[in-house]
């Protein structure tokens, strides 16, 4: 069983830059293929980013594609999150999750350990 924290959110302009952590604890975190999953207010969550467990292989979704950098440090067992060229369309709740797999896993359903969410908002 893995722990996960997550860490960085808050309020900034569009076209700005965030950059989210998400700290595991409890088991080994190189285990695990690490995900990025956001949430906007009723929205349904949606896939964001994946890194395989040695970080070789991401996958991202469209919307994202070359804003965001999904990263991780398997020595801090933390992965992380870099968004860029942030746009109002990216306020949501961000939450990292841990599965097995590679980096098809871009549903919620394939990842078995949660975070309990930061938040982003991009102001206009």
């Known amino acids: 069983q893995v722990q996960l924290v997550e860490s960085g959110g808050g309020l900034v302009q569009a076209g700005g830059s965030l950059r989210l952590s998400c700290a595991a604890s409890?088991?080994?975190?190189?285990?695990?293929?690490m995900g990025w999953f956001r949430q906007a207010p009723g929205k349904e969550r949606e896939f964001v980013a994946v890194?395989?467990?040695?970080?070789?292989?991401?996958n991202y979704a469209g919307s994202v594609k070359g804003r965001f950098t999904i990263s991780r440090n398997n020595a801090k067992n933390t992965v992380y999150l870099q968004m860029n060229s942030l746009k109002p369309e990216d306020t949501a709740d961000y939450y990292c999750?841990?599965?097995?797999?590679?980096?098809?896993?871009?549903?919620?359903?394939?990842?078995?350990?949660w975070g309990q969410g930061t938040q982003v908002t991009v102001s206009s």
């Open positions: 999750a841990a599965g097995f797999g590679g980096v098809t896993r871009t549903t919620q359903y394939e990842y078995r350990y």
């Open positions: 409890g088991s080994t975190f190189s285990d695990y293929t």
């Open positions: 890194i395989s467990w040695s970080g070789d292989s991401t």
